[in-house]
């Protein structure tokens, strides 16, 4: 069964045709949750889980699997006793599954719209397969409604395959794509004092990256305070050095993710979580950096 779907996984990779499809409904999406400017809306950043400190899409796959696990297990029991509270009880987990999935997906499509080449296609497969599943459960519901509990039992066997394929490309794109987990790098950074630039080297509103224990770091002057990040944004690992300072926040270039100068707190996403922030002085003509004695 697992090379089955490693199988599968291997073929979506190569199926260069997803791209067009994919673009098209990323671009829609986009449409609804970018901001003229290119800023994501608020709708966007309640979607992604900003307020949360956590992508908000993981949590929400649970009720849609859940709810239809409980299905399978109560259509199972209502054929074996023939007990009609156990059909009852099959039907409100399956509407229950329904909502969640449509949260899910809401909050999947928004995550998904910054991804690129395999993640996109791999997504668009994921998505794919859970709205062909969702209208299988649809029409489950609708049958057994009819009194057609047997079709309605088969439609949703058949949904269930479709989702557990699905939340294998789920769980690929998390653990091998790295598709809502943070991009900060996991090297420990020295608490000593650490030289970074020569002091005459950063002008005011400058965002220069240097590297430090080969770790990136974005030093920058801002009304004549110097202050020290991850250079690698959390979100996708855009450059933030590329980015723009404004009102004492730096913006990711690849997605407007904004973080402030002073503590690494977001201020918008898509990011979730917050970037590392490090100690600075200037001594003998050089910007000196180290890790942060205070709790971020």
Same mark, same amino acid.
């Given at each position: 069964?697992?090379?089955?779907?490693?199988?599968?996984?291997?073929?979506?990779?190569?199926?260069?045709?997803?791209?067009?499809? =994919?673009?098209?409904?990323?671009?829609?999406?986009?449409?609804?949750?970018?901001?003229?400017?290119?800023?994501?809306?608020?709708? =966007?950043?309640?979607?992604?889980?900003?307020?949360?400190?956590?992508?908000?899409?993981?949590?929400?796959?649970?009720?849609?699997?859940?709810?239809?696990?409980?299905?399978?297990?109560?259509?199972?029991?209502?054929?074996?006793?023939?007990?009609?509270?156990?059909?009852?009880?099959?039907?409100?987990?399956?509407?229950?599954?329904?909502?969640?999935?449509?949260?899910?997906?809401?909050?999947?499509?928004?995550?998904?719209?910054?991804?690129?080449?395999?993640?996109?296609?791999?997504?668009?497969?994921?998505?794919?397969?859970?709205?062909?599943?969702?209208?299988?459960?649809?029409? =489950?519901?609708? $049958?057994?409604?009819?009194?057609?509990?047997?079709?309605?039992?088969?439609?949703?066997?058949?949904?269930?395959?479709?989702?557990?394929?699905?939340?294998?490309?789920?769980?690929?794109?998390?653990?091998?794509?790295?598709?809502?987990?943070?991009?900060?790098?996991?090297?420990?950074?020295?608490?000593?004092?650490?030289?970074?630039?020569?002091?005459?080297?950063?002008?005011?509103?400058?965002?220069?990256?240097?590297?430090?224990?080969?770790?990136?770091?974005?030093?920058?002057?801002?009304?004549?305070?110097?202050?020290?990040?991850?250079?690698? $944004?959390?979100?996708?690992?855009?450059?933030?050095?590329?980015?723009?300072?404004?009102?004492?926040?730096?913006? $990711?270039?690849?997605?407007?993710?904004?973080?402030?100068?002073?503590?690494?707190?977001?201020?918008?996403?898509?990011?979730?979580?917050?970037?590392?922030?490090?100690?600075?002085?200037?001594?003998?003509?050089?910007?000196?950096?180290?890790?942060? =004695?205070?709790?971020?």
């Amino acid at each position: 069964m697992a090379m089955a779907l490693l199988d599968t996984i291997n073929v979506i990779e190569d199926q260069e045709w997803l791209e067009a499809p =994919s673009e098209t409904v990323a671009g829609a999406v986009s449409k609804i949750l970018t901001q003229p400017g290119g800023r994501p809306t608020p709708l =966007s950043d309640f979607l992604n889980g900003v307020w949360l400190g956590h992508p908000l899409h993981p949590l929400l796959t649970d009720i849609p699997i859940g709810a239809w696990t409980m299905t399978m297990t109560l259509d199972g029991l209502g054929m074996l006793t023939r007990r009609r509270d156990f059909n009852i009880g099959a039907d409100v987990a399956l509407g229950a599954g329904l909502l969640g999935a449509l949260a899910s997906a809401a909050t999947g499509l928004a995550q998904w719209q910054y991804t690129i080449g395999r993640q996109r296609r791999m997504g668009f497969t994921h998505a794919a397969l859970n709205v062909t599943a969702v209208g299988l459960y649809g029409v =489950s519901l609708l $049958c057994r409604l009819r009194g057609g509990r047997g079709i309605g039992r088969m439609l949703a066997t058949l949904g269930y395959g479709l989702v557990t394929v699905s939340a294998y490309i789920g769980g690929d794109l998390v653990y091998k794509e790295r598709l809502g987990v943070t991009h900060i790098p996991e090297k420990e950074f020295p608490e000593t004092w650490q030289p970074a630039i020569a002091n005459e080297e950063l002008r005011e509103g400058d965002l220069k990256r240097v590297t430090i224990a080969d770790v990136p770091v974005l030093v920058t002057r801002q009304q004549g305070q110097v202050y020290a990040l991850t250079e690698t $944004c959390s979100h996708l690992g855009g450059p933030l050095s590329e980015g723009t300072v404004e009102a004492g926040c730096v913006t $990711c270039p690849w997605h407007g993710s904004r973080f402030r100068l002073k503590d690494g707190s977001i201020v918008n996403g898509p990011a979730t979580f917050p970037q590392p922030v490090y100690e600075t002085r200037v001594r003998d003509g050089m910007i000196e950096v180290r890790a942060t =004695s205070q709790p971020q």
